[in-house]
Structures are given as C-alpha cells and as structure tokens.
Nanobody
C-alpha cells in the first residue's frame, strides 16, 4: 500500500510560478511511475504530467506543455511539479498519483492517489 501526500499549493498571480510536491510512503517508490492530475468542480479529471520510474521519460498534457516540469527524487520518495507562467485556467485541485507505467497514468489510470492540493491562480 502506497500513501501519497501533496503539499505546496496556494494562491499565485497569473504569470507567476509555484511548485507542488508529493511524498510517498509505503511500497517501493521506484516501482511506480508517478503522475500529476488536476480537477475543477464539474469537470473531468485532467492529466497534467507523468514521469517514468527512474525519471528517464516525462510526458505532459497539451495545456501545460512548455510551462510545467515534472521531476522525481527516488532517494527522497518525492515527485515535484514545477509550474511556470501560470494562468487562471490552471486553477484546480492537483492530485499526485502512482501507477504501473507512464502509459497507464496517461490513460487516467492510477493505482494510488493523494488527497490533493489546491492551486489558485488570480488574474
């Protein structure tokens, strides 16, 4: 069983930057691809990005490509999402997820989910 806890959300002005992080406990961290998703009320959960088990490959949703960067530190059991040039439409609850592969995460399929952290971008 893997537990995921996100942190780092908050309020930021448009054009600003924010980094959210996720710490994992339980299980073997390097056995999982890690991903970030986001959701706003009334909308479907959206894939943001994923990173392979050892960080060799990253994938991003079209809406964040070029602005967001995902990274991981297996020794610290942590995955980060660096968000730059934030826009009001990036406002959402951001969820960390662990899955068997980046491909499954990109299909919105994860084995474990965090509780989410709110990111609000003001215009």
């Amino acid at each position: 069983q893997v537990q995921l806890v996100e942190s780092g959300g908050g309020l930021v002005q448009a054009g600003g930057s924010l980094r959210v992080s996720c710490v994992a406990s339980g299980g073997t961290f390097s056995e999982y691809a890690m991903g970030w998703f986001r959701q706003t009320p009334g909308k479907e959960r959206e894939f943001v990005g994923a990173i392979s088990r050892f960080g060799g490959a990253t994938y991003y949703g079209d809406s964040v490509l070029g602005r967001f960067t995902i990274s991981r530190d297996n020794a610290k059991r942590t995955v980060h999402l660096q968000m730059n040039n934030l826009k009001p439409e990036d406002t959402a609850v951001y969820y960390c997820a662990a899955g068997g592969s980046s491909a499954t995460l990109r299909s919105n399929d994860a084995a474990y989910w965090g509780q989410g952290t709110q990111v609000t971008v003001s215009s």
